[in-house]
C-alpha cells in the first residue's frame, strides 16, 4: 500500500521482483508425493498446485494488493484443504481404528466366552476331582478297616488253628492213651477165629473147648501147665446169620504167660486146627491197633515176597530183617525216610509205599 508520508512521493513503490517460480523443483517433487499418499484428493491438490504456480508466473501482471489477495486465498485454500484432508485422515483413521477395536472386543468377548467355558469346565473337573479324592479317602478308609479286621481274623484264626492243633494233640494222646488201656484190658485175651457157631454148646462150655484145641495141637503145654479162662465170649454179641462166616470167640487166659505160651507155640507151629479144621488164634486187639496192623499188610506182604522175614510186634510195630540185623518201625513215615538212605530197600517199597500215599490222600480227599 502508498503511504502518504512527508518527503515521500506519494505513488506507491514498485512491486518487489518475485522470483520466476515461487517453488522450486525438489519441493514440487515433495508435494507431489504427499499428495500421491492421499490418493484421488492428493492428485487434484497437485493439479490446484500446478494452477498456482501458473499464476504465480503470471504474477507480474498483478498489482500488489491483486497479488496479496490473491495469495491470501491461496493460503485459505491451501489451509481448508489441508483441514479437509487431516479431517478425512482423521475420519478414516478413527473408523479404521473403531473397526479394530470392535474387531478385538469381539475377539476379546470370544476370547472371555472360551475362558468362561474353559473355567466352567475346570470347576467341574475339580469338583469330579474332589468327589474322587472323597472316593478314595472313603475306600481307604474302608481298606484300612477291612485290613484292621483281617488282621484281627487272622490272628483269631492262628489261635483257633493253635487251639486246634493242641486239641488234635490232646484228642491222639487220649486215643492213644484209651487204645493202651484197651490193649492192657485185652492183653489176657485170646481171640479164636473159625469155630463153627454151637461148638461151645457141644464142647459143653468154652473151657472144654480150649483144651480140647491144646490137647490136639500143644500137647506139651497141656501136660506142663493148667490154664484156666476167667471168661469167654463170641463177638459180635448178636449172630447174623446172613454172615459165611462164624463169629470171633474171645477168652480171658488167667495168666498172661499162659496166653503167651500158647501164642508162641502158634507161630511156631503155623497150622493151628480143632477137630481138623483150620482156625486161627491171636491176640484180642482193640479196634485202634488191630487197624494199625492192618495197615502194615501191603509192606508186610512185600516184605515176606522179597525174604525179609517180616512181623507185627506188639502192638503195630513192624519188625523185619535187613542187613543182618533187625529193624523195627512204629510207623510208615519212619520206615520211608529209612528207606530213602537204603536204595536196595528203597527198590523193594518204592511201589507199595507210592501206592499206600495215593491211597491215603484219595481217603483225605474223599
Not at 473403531?98 to 469346565?121: G, R, S
Request: hydrophobic share 30%.
Amino acid at each position: 500500500e502508498s503511504q502518504s508520508l512527508p518527503g515521500y512521493n506519494s505513488e506507491p513503490p514498485a512491486p518487489p521482483a518475485w522470483p520466476d517460480t515461487l517453488f522450486g523443483e525438489s519441493d514440487l517433487i515433495l508435494i507431489l508425493n504427499l499428495f500421491k499418499k492421499q490418493g484421488r484428493k492428493g492428485v487434484q491438490t497437485m493439479q490446484d498446485s500446478l494452477n498456482i504456480q501458473e499464476d504465480l508466473e503470471s504474477s507480474e501482471k498483478w498489482s500488489y494488493k491483486e497479488l496479496k489477495e490473491h495469495l491470501r486465498q491461496m493460503e485459505w485454500n491451501l489451509k481448508e484443504d489441508t483441514r479437509q484432508q487431516i479431517q478425512a485422515a482423521k475420519e478414516h483413521i478413527e473408523n479404521e481404528l473403531h473397526k479394530q477395536i470392535k474387531e478385538e472386543v469381539k475377539h476379546l468377548y470370544q476370547e472371555i466366552e472360551i475362558i468362561k467355558n474353559n473355567q466352567t469346565i475346570i470347576l467341574e473337573m475339580k469338583e469330579t476331582i474332589n468327589q474322587i479324592k472323597n472316593s478314595i479317602e472313603s475306600i481307604t478308609n474302608r481298606v484300612e478297616q477291612v485290613e484292621a479286621r483281617t488282621s484281627d481274623n487272622e490272628d483269631k484264626i492262628y489261635h483257633l488253628e493253635k487251639s486246634l492243633a493242641n486239641s488234635e494233640r490232646l484228642v491222639k494222646n487220649h486215643e492213644k492213651n484209651i487204645q493202651e488201656l484197651w490193649d492192657n484190658i485185652k492183653k489176657p485175651n485170646l481171640r479164636v477165629i473159625g469155630i463153627e457157631e454151637g461148638t461151645e454148646i457141644q464142647t459143653k462150655g468154652m473151657s472144654n473147648l480150649l483144651n480140647e484145641i491144646i490137647t490136639e495141637n500143644f500137647p506139651e503145654i497141656k501136660k506142663e501147665t493148667d490154664i484156666q479162662i476167667e471168661d469167654a465170649y463170641r463177638t459180635p454179641s448178636t449172630q447174623n446169620h446172613s454172615r459165611p462166616t462164624p463169629r470171633h470167640i474171645v477168652m480171658k487166659i488167667s495168666n498172661i504167660q499162659n496166653k503167651e505160651k500158647i501164642l508162641k507155640a502158634t507161630r511156631e507151629r503155623r497150622q493151628i486146627t480143632f477137630r481138623g479144621k483150620p482156625i486161627r488164634l491171636t491176640t484180642d486187639f482193640s479196634s485202634q491197633t488191630l487197624k494199625a496192623r492192618r495197615s502194615w499188610n501191603n509192606v508186610f506182604q512185600t516184605l515176606k515176597d522179597n525174604g525179609c522175614q517180616p512181623r507185627i510186634l506188639y502192638p503195630a510195630k513192624l519188625s523185619f530183617r535187613y542187613d543182618n540185623e533187625i529193624k523195627i518201625f512204629h510207623d510208615k513215615q519212619k520206615l520211608k525216610e529209612f528207606a530213602a538212605r537204603k536204595p536196595a530197600l528203597q527198590s523193594i517199597l518204592s511201589k507199595t509205599l507210592h501206592e499206600e500215599e495215593m491211597k491215603n490222600n484219595n481217603q483225605n480227599h474223599q
